[in-house]
Nanobody, 115 residues
Framework: VQLQASGGGLVQAGGSLRLSCTVS????????MGWYRQAAGKQRELVAS??????SYADSVKGRFTISRPYDSKVVYLEMSNLKPEDTAVYYC???????????WGQGTLVTVSS
């Protein structure tokens, strides 16, 4: 299974970006798709996740980020708005399932927010 993250870039504070995570196989209801980020010198943290129609967000991004997956799509999106310099990080997508033991990561895409 391969995950391809894309959409990162340089944006000014207050701006928006949309990240995409394309998966090489079908995403089933048993899979949790997550977006994580890792800033320089910090641990990787979970930003948002989605399983079926249930979404979850880190407190730091609630109200600014939206995770979504169109029905039956192999792509998971992370819409980011009102970006802040502290959102600067490499963003990774992950596909996991406690039922099957699946645990796959994408290569990461860099988001840089300038002040």
């Amino acid at each position: 299974v391969q995950l391809q993250a894309s959409g990162g870039g340089l944006v000014q504070a207050g701006g928006s970006l949309r990240l995409s995570c394309t998966v090489s196989r079908s995403i089933f209801s048993i899979h949790t798709m997550g977006w994580y980020r890792q800033a320089a010198g910090k641990q990787r943290e979970l930003v948002a996740s989605i399983q079926k129609d249930t979404t979850s967000y880190a407190d730091s991004v609630k109200g600014r980020f939206t995770i979504s997956r169109p029905y039956d799509s192999k792509v998971v999106y992370l819409e980011m708005s009102n970006l802040k310099p502290e959102d600067t990080a490499v963003y990774y997508c992950r596909m996991s399932s406690s039922d099957t033991g699946d645990d796959h990561w994408g290569q990461g895409t860099l988001v840089t927010v300038s002040s």
